[in-house]
C-alpha cells in the first residue's frame, strides 16, 4: 500500500508538469499540496514580482486552500504594513525553509509579521522565480515555530525542485521569446551550469548568483 505522504508528492510533481492546467493550474497544485507541505493549516500561493532593488516586492494574488479564514487578507494586510525592505530580504529565492529560519537575527521583524496571523506561530515557504523577478510562493502557516530537520528540508527541497521546474516551464512557454529576460548568456537561456562530475556550480547569471540560491542548488 502506498504511503499517503508519498501518493500526496507524486501528485503533487504531476500536477506541477500538468501543461493541460489553465487558470486552475495554482488552485489544484495547493489541494495536492496540501497534504504534506499543509500542517493543519492550509497552505496558499502567493503570485508576486521581485526586483533587484531592495525593496522591490509585489504580491499581486493570494489562492489558500483550507487555511483560516481571512489568511488571504491578512497576507495583503501584511504587505501594506511591513517594510518592503523587510519583505524583500525575506523572500529572496532560497530552498525550502520557515520564516523563523529566514529572520533568524530579526526576531522583531518575525514578530512583526506573525503577529497578523493569531492561529499560527510560524509559516513554511517555497519559492519559484524567473529571471525576470515573477514567481510564485507556496505558503503553509504552522502551529508551532519550526526548524526543518535535515530529512524533511531535503524531502521539501526534492519537491521543490519539481514545483520550480513546472511553473518556470509554464511560463516560459506562455511568453514568447521576445518578451523574455535578457540573455542570460548561458546555453539554452539557463541561469546556473553545473559539472555532472561533482555536482559544484561552475557558472551562473542573474539570481542564481545570489547565495542563498547557489545553496539550494
Not at 516586492?57 to 487555511?67: D, N, T
Not at 529572520?103 to 524567473?130: C, H, K, N, W
Not at 530529512?151 to 521543490?160: F, G, I, K, S
Request: aromatic residues 8%.
Amino acid at each position: 500500500m502506498v504511503d499517503p505522504e508519498v501518493a500526496a508528492t507524486i501528485d503533487f510533481t504531476e500536477t506541477a508538469y500538468n501543461l493541460g492546467l489553465k487558470s486552475e493550474w495554482l488552485s489544484e497544485l495547493l489541494k495536492a499540496g496540501n497534504p504534506f507541505i499543509g500542517r493543519g493549516l492550509g497552505v496558499a500561493g502567493l503570485t508576486c514580482k521581485r526586483g533587484a532593488e531592495r525593496g522591490d516586492f509585489v504580491i499581486e494574488r493570494v489562492e489558500a486552500e483550507s487555511c483560516p479564514e481571512g489568511f488571504a487578507r491578512s497576507v495583503m494586510r501584511a504587505q501594506r504594513e511591513v517594510p518592503r525592505e523587510f519583505l524583500w530580504r525575506v523572500s529572496r529565492p532560497s530552498y525550502p525553509r520557515t520564516l523563523s529560519e529566514a529572520t533568524r537575527g530579526d526576531p522583531e521583524g518575525f514578530q512583526d509579521v506573525m503577529r497578523r496571523f493569531p492561529y499560527a506561530e510560524d509559516g513554511l515557504g517555497i519559492s519559484s522565480f524567473d529571471p525576470d523577478g515573477h514567481g510564485v510562493y507556496l505558503v503553509a502557516p504552522l502551529r508551532k515555530r519550526t526548524s526543518l530537520c535535515r530529512h524533511e528540508r531535503e524531502r521539501l527541497q526534492m519537491t521543490a525542485a519539481h514545483f520550480q521546474a513546472g511553473s518556470r516551464l509554464r511560463r516560459a512557454l506562455r511568453q514568447p521569446s521576445e518578451d523574455r529576460a535578457e540573455d542570460t548568456r548561458l546555453p539554452h537561456q539557463a541561469e546556473a551550469v553545473l559539472d555532472p562530475r561533482n555536482f559544484r556550480m561552475t557558472d551562473a547569471a542573474g539570481a542564481a548568483q545570489d547565495c542563498d540560491s547557489i545553496e539550494g542548488i
